[in-house]
Every structure is written in structure tokens, then in C-alpha cells.
């Protein structure tokens, strides 16, 4: 398996039709990103998370350090973010959209590491086939995870091996799709006797929502300040 399912491109109207192009992108973003920081307070600086769209929400004291990789896609003309979908039968986040990655376990180098072998073990992606870029900030997540987002490229040709005990379904969303605020929807929901808000992306075949969602967007916002600042 190489290629999952992908959305219609849709406008390209920062034309980004390589994944050089992506990278130009990218790295102007993240260095922007890291000059910011580095004139902010130590008390201005914020993990983001579930907690952000959710004041007053507590959070586990402890939280487990894990990550996940943000895979871009050179597909030609339009490069693509690959998702999955988590197998039914898991015992956490079952049947939920996720991206490839995990708990750090001691075996691991780096959480870069982390990210790297899980996906070989969730969809047989080698890490070969993976050029690691950079990293979006920790996403807090309400269950005690602190998720590091890696952002590695991509280029076909790369087959897929998808580990069907833990992946059900892998797709792709074209990086237009992510980037288009239309497509950054707030929902909410009660849940315990609480309202919970949550961002959700639309797609005509899976449900894009939770941490997954709220990472994108953290993707999104931080290109998008590069180049769009609205």
C-alpha cells in the first residue's frame, strides 16, 4: 500500500506545489516562530492544548511525554499530511483520527526517535523514507500526555505496511485543506456534566477532531503567521 485516500487539492493560493516549496514554508515559519519565543517572558510562554479552548480545565500534575509525526506528502502538485485512523478494537481512542507516534519508552533516543519508530510500527513507513524538518510545540492533552509534533517530508515512491491491530484506516488531506481557517470549526459537546470545546476539520470520510484537530490547527497557525497574519 502506498498512497491512502486524498481530498481534492482545493485552492493552492499560497503555492505550495512541492514539498521544496513546503519547506521554504516551513522553515520561515519555524524560525519566526523561535525568534518570538526567545523575546518572550518565561510567564507568556504556553503549552498548548486541550486546555486551550477550555479555561479552567484541569490537568493530570504528571504528564507522559510522547510523539507523533506530522508526515507531508509530496504528492505532485499538491503536497498532502497523512493520517490514520485507530483501529475499533484498541482499548484508548479507538476508531479515533490520529497521527503515526506514541508513549516514549526507554529504549528511545530522542523523542524524535519516539516518532520515528512508531510509525514504522503503526504503517511500515521506513524512517529512511522520513527527512525530519522541525517540531510544533508540546500539545497538552486532558489524559496526561505531553505530545510532541515532529514535521518530517516525505517523497514517493514508499510503500506502506499498516499494522491492522492498531491502524484501521490511513488517509491523506491536502496541506490547502489544513491551511484554510474555513476549515478550523470550534464544536462542543457535554461530557461529565461539562461542556467541552473542541476543534473539529471536516472531511466527507472521517471525523477530524480532539488533540488530532487541535494539532493541525497549531500547524496551520504557525505557517499561516509566515505569510497571512489575519
Known sequence: M????????????????????????FCNAYEKSIR???????????????HSLNPGMSLPARQHPASVLIPVIGRPGHPTVLLTRRSDALSHHAGQVSFPGGRVEDSDIDIVDTALRETEEEIGLKRRHIEVIGQLDDYVTRTG??????????TPPFDLVVN????????????????????????????????????VMPHPDF??????????????????AAVDPK
Not at 36 to 50: A, T
Not at 145 to 154: K, Q
Open 2 to 25: 502506498e498512497q491512502g485516500n486524498i481530498l481534492p487539492a482545493g485552492s493552492n493560493r499560497f503555492g505550495l506545489e512541492t514539498l521544496d516549496d513546503f519547506r521554504e514554508l
Open 36 to 50: 518570538q519565543k526567545l523575546v518572550m517572558e518565561s510567564s507568556e510562554l504556553k503549552n498548548n492544548g486541550d
Open 145 to 154: 500526555f505531553a505530545v510532541t509534533p515532529i514535521v518530517g517530508l516525505v
Open 164 to 199: 491492522s491491530v492498531e491502524v484501521a484506516d490511513v488517509f491523506e488531506v491536502p496541506i490547502s485543506f489544513v491551511l484554510d481557517r474555513k476549515n478550523h470549526d470550534r464544536q462542543s459537546k457535554e461530557w461529565q456534566n461539562k461542556t467541552r470545546h473542541f476543534y
Open 207 to 224: 471525523y477530524i477532531w480532539g488533540a488530532t484537530a487541535g494539532m493541525l490547527v497549531d500547524f496551520a497557525n504557525m505557517l499561516l
